[in-house]
């Protein structure tokens, strides 16, 4: 909570907006194919691998970029086009 309010609080200090998304399964789904499943994820070694289409990066970075998808699919919905 005291996260959110900081971020919250930066985005507007930058003229921007702050969305809060459920970050169930960030760190185990594919951003590129959605295939999601725990194995993609060795969370030990800090490694994502996707057991569908094989797409592999950092797990931090993949949990971020389906955060930042879940943000534009919020936006899209809003906004009537999804
Ligand atoms: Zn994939």
Redo the contacts with the bound molecule.
Sequence with gaps: YQLRQMVTYKAKLAGSMAIAVDPKHTSQA?P????TAKENRDKRRHRFR?Q????ASNDDRIGAMNLCLKGKEYLLEGAGLA
């Design positions: 594919c590129l194919c959605r295939h996707c569908a289409c094989g797409y």
